[in-house]
């Protein structure tokens, strides 16, 4: 059975820094790219950032660019999202997810295999 669990989300001031962390089970997880999406009150899940199976490419939305970076170790099994700068339209649910490498860094959230539980960003002014 697979598990994608994450951890990490809270309560925080613009301007702070957040890292979020999602650890996987009951999967190779070096065979997957691992992304993370977020879906904001109101709003459609959208993509946030996606590493690559072994981290060697990346993908980011525009609204996070410069100021997210994801990271993963797979002897760990485990995939980050470190926030800066966070900003109040950041608050949303953020959702790890596993699925094929999209090369075009589109990474339509119906075609990702497995997902988490989701964790909670508040971001306050």
């Known amino acids: 059975q697979v598990q994608l669990v994450e951890s990490g989300g809270g309560l925080v001031q613009a301007g702070a820094s957040l890292r979020l962390s999602c650890v996987a089970s009951?999967?190779?997880?070096?065979?997957?790219?691992m992304a993370w999406y977020r879906q904001g009150p109101g709003k459609e899940r959208e993509f946030v950032a996606a590493?690559?199976?072994?981290?060697?490419?990346?993908w980011y939305s525009d609204s996070v660019k410069g100021r997210f970076t994801i990271s993963r170790d797979n002897t760990r099994n485990t995939v980050w999202l470190q926030m800066n700068a966070l900003k109040p339209e950041d608050t949303a649910v953020y959702y790890c997810?596993?699925?094929?490498?999209?090369?075009?860094?589109?990474?339509?959230?119906?075609?990702?295999?497995?997902w988490g539980e989701g964790t909670l960003v508040t971001v306050s002014l």
């Open positions: 997810a596993a699925g094929p490498v999209d090369y075009h860094g589109t990474y339509d959230k119906d075609l990702m295999h497995y």
């Open positions: 009951g999967l190779t997880f070096g065979d997957y790219a």
């Open positions: 590493s690559s199976w072994r981290g060697g490419h990346t």
